[in-house]
Nanobody, 118 residues
Framework: QVHLVESGGGLVQAGGSLRLSCEAP????????MGWFRQAPGKEREFVAA???????EYADSVKGRFTCSRDKVRIMAHLQMNSLKPEDTAVYYC????????????WGQGTQVTVSS
């Protein structure tokens, strides 16, 4: 199973910004998509954003207009730019990969903590 490495989490005040990155070191096979999910304490993991390698992005309603998902043009790497952060964005953020021909996300990172203080 491909190991994904997330980075960029941290503590920020409400209204601030953070940029998360997710890399798949050693992977050479282009994915169909890379996605971002988050899980807050006591809550279910939820979808945040995704980018298709062929182009196109998708966002949860709660982050539209504030978060931007992008990908590196050379490496298998994705980024999540998070602006206008709110305390309710506090969660562990995970990235995942979906391969062509698969309907589900097959590889996951270890997660990175994002904490937004009010």
């Amino acid at each position: 199973q491909v190991h994904l490495v997330e980075s960029g989490g941290g503590l920020v005040q409400a209204g601030g910004s953070l940029r998360l990155s997710c890399e798949a070191p050693g992977r050479t096979l282009m994915p169909a998509a890379m996605g971002w999910f988050r899980q807050a304490p006591g809550k279910e993991r939820e979808f945040v954003a995704a980018i298709r390698w062929s182009g196109g992005t998708e966002y949860a309603d709660s982050v539209k207009g504030r978060f931007t998902c992008s990908r590196d043009k050379v490496r298998i790497m994705a980024h999540l730019q998070m602006n206008s952060l709110k305390p309710e964005d506090t969660a562990v953020y995970y990235c995942a990969i979906k391969d062509y021909g698969r309907s589900s996300w097959g590889s996951w990172g270890q997660g990175t903590q994002v904490t937004v203080s009010s």
